[in-house]
């Protein structure tokens, strides 16, 4: 019951953080001086066509009408038409949203698969030559930037070796759209050579995506461990005779894991934030570009839909894992 | 506890078996991942099928509203125009029109369309669809309706009769006829059973085409591209060497987008292709650089309304202080030429004989700017002027460092900024907000003056940023003005000729150069055929061996 209220609290919680950050936004957005509606008039555009889109678009209105006309928008549940495209942001996001989410979805899996035994092992072989090995590789996956990374890996692996494409969800043939995530729905077609095509697509984006995260997760993961192997209770179960690895499984892993999955929330929103270079690398079909493409054009409706969207994953998915953590400690519902 | 069983001395049956499943699984994938590359599941493009990658995202398959470069690749090839540009010099050739004739005054132009054409959808061409598609493209106001607007307006367009339609200008205009192919025709009886609210079937056009063209829209990823099909029925026919499909995609990384040409993943490539890349793909035997000298300019904007650079002797200064040779040699790699048309292209008809342009010459600098100290207000002269560079796009902000170089050795205080183009743009289109000194391209839509100095130095433009710098010059005024409206083309060359050597003399800008566009292609692409007009994206042409 606790726990439940304390989901429905954050929940409502969301509503307030969400108007804030649209504030924040669409105030930032329409006090920079610039024009979007010159963009899209083009090179050669007279005065008076400008001023006859401003007037379209609603942008000659004072900012307080135009925020309440938004939010009018928002209530239908219309997060508008983006003014690049003439398209409904809605549409934007729901062809867009799916390969990112595979791409951050698989690149945070393979980073708690990799970075949590990783951790575990770096700990459990303190100060020998292992640790010291994969404390540098953690400070290098922090250190090295996406965008070198990405290419490098692309050289190598693709136009050397051959081994991986290049880029792009799917060479040529997709499968039956579902979900959007190519993995799933080539699993809901069962087609065994789609999978594999879409799987073989995701290797290198998605391992260039995870390393910030797999490198924090074994860095967490590894503190984690070594606080609690220096517990009292971990010390009186090896002298008590107790298999050392039912003491790292059973008794040591639940506790050190705590800190790592409450990193889970905030990895996630930052290799969301980090698909924009590696979507850009790898001509990933997602959100990321999309992003850019929208800021740099100062497309209101998209920068405002696409943010709105966002907000709202990362209050969920920080929901998820904070439900999870008390679910792994029950002394934290225990203070709810 | 049990003795463990062992192998070998130190190896125990459990890190035995360990390290047999690391060596299998290792073996397998060094071997599994290559087959699969080399396999039909990652599979080789058929010769059949050009891909062609492009920096630039596309937003939308509407010709008359969709903006950036992108939108050429299915103008030329999903849409018919009635008239097209081809080859360079680029020539005007008639294409669902068959001709048109003229009245002497310049304002009424009537057009005769050849019988028989078709939409894709088998609905025939007609003046209807000619009348319908100027209505729309002025009313969405957007991209090519900027461009016509100044002559045309939503009823501007009369049907004669089924192939015959009549233009009656807003005002004479010179270039009328060279502005044509910007307007693609759409099928208006299809736009019409989609029009939603009365919008001319935008929503619709955004995801689908209306077209004419030698290939139809096969598939379409608003994310990625689109992919158009021979149409059976095109005129032209098919008989000879052609390609059966094409694919435009977008890859936005240089590096990604050339190594999808390295692969064989990509047939061609964008035609501004860094100057760095090109040098390094010149070397490559399966790899076809083709170069050609274009209509885009490059300049730097002086404003001429704000000190200091409202001094004529301080933009003089300028002009000869800029290092032309080392920015084109060392920044662009020669991949650029030298404007000596001042602000109009090389190639373009309007340029005088003779025409005197600045070159770098340090002393002739210093001596204006001596006069210009003499004639400005000190705080005037001595104010750090703001060099705007566009983010992004790494030559203007070498440009923009070279110019406040030579500045600095004159004893001037410049300071160098990067904005993106929209902030950019948008304050430039008011005198408060405009820049100091900027810069940008001109690329060529209408292959005539007017592109280039019709709307950069009339004040009708001042309010967007082709005007951006508010050059106002009593006696260039009027020559540019009457140039844009009349018809006879001798006396609009004599106007432009006269304007465009005042211009210079005026100094009203920095004219640095010509971009060369290059063709990147593999080897194995034939047939291409530049045109300094829509990038040479219209592929009929083409095929691959």
Known sequence: ?????????????????????????????????????????????????????????????????????????????????????NRPVITELKRRLPPTFELVITATAIAVLLGVPLGIIAALKRN????????????????????????????????????????????????????????????????????????HHLVLPAVTLCMPGLASFARFTRSGFLGVLQSDYIVYSQSMGIPKRKIIYKYAFKNAIVATVSQVGLIFGLLL??????????????????MVDVMLFFDYEGILGTTLFIGLVFLIINIIVDVIQAYLDPRIVEKL | MKGKETYLKGITRRTFIKGLGAGAALTMGSGIFPAISKSKLVGSVPPWKLVWSIPSPFQGLDPHTAGDDAPYSFKMNLYGQLYRYQDSP????????????????????????????????GNEITAEDVRFSVERTIEMKKQVGGTLSPILAKDSVKVIDKYTCQFNLRRPSGYFIAALPMLAIVNSKLLRKHDKDGDYGATWLTDHEAGSGAYMLKKWDFAKGWVGVQWPDWPGGWSGNHLKEIEFNTIIEVSSRISSLLKGQSHALE???????????????????????????????????????????????????FPYDPYIEK???????????????????????????????????????????????????????????????????????????????????????????????????????????????????????????????????????????YYDNPEVTPLLVKAGSIAAQDERKKLYEKACSLIVEDAAD????????????????????????????????????
């Open chain 1, 1 to 85: 019951m606790k726990i439940i209220s304390f989901v429905i609290k954050r929940l409502l919680a969301t509503i307030p953080t969400l108007f804030g950050l649209l504030v924040l936004i669409f105030t930032l957005s329409r006090i920079i001086p610039t024009s979007p509606v010159m963009v899209i008039a083009g090179e050669f555009s007279t005065p008076a066509q400008i001023k006859a889109l401003e007037v379209r678009y609603g942008f000659d209105q004072p900012l307080h009408i135009q925020f309440l006309n938004y939010l009018k928008k928002i209530y239908r549940g219309d997060l508008g038409v983006s003014l690049r495209s």
């Open chain 1, 128 to 199: 020998s030559w292992i640790d010291h090995f994969l404390r540098a590789f953690t400070v290098a996956g922090v250190a090295v930037a996406s965008f070198w990374l990405g290419i490098m890996l692309q050289l190598v692996f693709s136009l050397y070796l051959q081994a991986f494409p290049l880029g792009d969800q799917m060479t040529g043939a997709v499968p039956p759209h579902v979900t959007g995530f190519m993995v799933i729905d080539s699993i809901l077609a069962f087609d065994g050579a789609l999978l594999l095509d879409a799987i």
């Open chain 1, 273 to 290: 934030a980090n698909t924009v270079i590696v979507e850009y690398i790898y001509f990933w079909p997602g959100l990321g570009a999309y």
């Open chain 2, 90 to 121: 680029p020539k005007i050739v008639p294409w669902i029109a068959k001709g048109y004739d003229a009245d002497p005054g310049g304002q009424q132009f009537t057009v005769y369309l050849k019988e028989g054409l078709k939409f894709h959808d």
């Open chain 2, 271 to 321: 035609l501004f292709v860094p100057p760095d890349q090109i040098k390094r793909l010149k070397g490559n035997p399966n790899v076809n650089v083709i170069p050609n000298t274009s209509l885009s300019t490059f300049f730097i904007r002086l404003n001429y309304t704000r000190p200091p650079t409202s001094n004529i002797h301080y933009r003089k200064a300028l002009n000869y202080a």
């Open chain 2, 331 to 469: 920044v662009m790699h020669n991949n650029v030429v030298r404007s000596e048309g001042g602000p109009l292209p090389n190639k373009m008809w309007g340029r005088p004989e003779g025409l005197k342009i600045y070159k770098t010459d340090m002393e002739k600098a210093k001596k204006e700017l001596a006069i210009a100290k003499k004639e400005l207000p000190t705080e005037d002269f001595n104010r750090e002027v703001t060099v705007k560079a566009i983010k992004g796009y790494g030559s203007t902000k070498l440009a923009a460092l070279y110019l406040a170089d030579v500045a600095g050795e004159l004893g001037l205080k410049f300071k160098v900024v990067e904005e993106p183009w929209t902030v950019l743009s948008s304050a430039a289109s008011k005198k408060d907000t405009t820049h100091d000194i900027w810069m940008h391209w001109r690329n060529a839509h209408i292959v005539d003056p007017v592109t280039w100095i019709g709307r950069l130095y009339t004040p009708e433009y001042q309010g967007t940023f082709s005007g951006s710098t």
């Open chain 2, 510 to 545: 920095i004219w640095i150069s010509n971009e060369k566009l290059n063709g990147v292609f593999t080897s194995d692409v034939h047939g291409w055929r530049y045109c300094d007009v829509a990038f040479g994206w219209d592929v009929y042409s083409m095929w691959r061996a």
